[in-house]
């Protein structure tokens, strides 16, 4: 499975792109894959060329009204591991017995 975290956003649109992370962000939930907003990107998990479809289809959508965008993938793939949004998480709180803020 893969694990990727992707931040993508115009930088022709303003100092706020909301508006157009919410449009990834509805492409991505459509999609039924599993994923976690974040402040300063998205983790999406599942199959690597589901993944990787749902990044370009939330590329092409900004593309269509943006002259420039700017984007980060951070990936890590693990054979036959899955669940690993809350895994990984958990696993670290269990070191410190403790909850986090996630």
Same mark, same amino acid.
Request: charged share 30%; with cysteine; hydrophobic share 40%.
């Given at each position: 499975? $893969?694990?990727? /975290?992707? &931040?993508?956003?115009?930088? +022709?649109? #303003?100092?706020?792109? &909301?508006?157009?992370?919410?449009? &990834?962000?509805? @492409?991505?939930? *459509?999609? #039924? $894959? +599993?994923?976690?907003? =974040?402040?300063? =990107?998205?983790?999406?998990? #599942? +199959?690597?060329? /589901?993944?990787?479809?749902?990044? !370009?289809?939330?590329?092409?959508?900004?593309?269509? +009204?943006?002259? *420039?965008?700017?984007?980060? @993938?951070?990936?890590?793939?693990?054979?036959?591991?899955?669940?690993? $949004?809350?895994?990984?998480?958990?696993?670290?709180?269990?070191? $410190? !017995?403790?909850?986090? *803020?996630?």
């Amino acid at each position: 499975m $893969l694990l990727i /975290e992707l &931040s993508m956003s115009p930088m +022709d649109k #303003g100092p706020s792109v &909301s508006k157009w992370v919410a449009r &990834s962000l509805e @492409i991505i939930d *459509r999609s #039924g $894959l +599993d994923y976690r907003l =974040g402040p300063m =990107g998205t983790c999406i998990e #599942g +199959d690597w060329d /589901e993944v990787l479809a749902v990044v !370009k289809k939330c590329w092409n959508r900004m593309a269509r +009204d943006s002259v *420039r965008i700017t984007f980060s @993938i951070k990936g890590d793939w693990r054979r036959g591991a899955g669940g690993r $949004l809350a895994s990984k998480v958990a696993t670290v709180e269990k070191q $410190l !017995k403790r909850t986090l *803020r996630t």
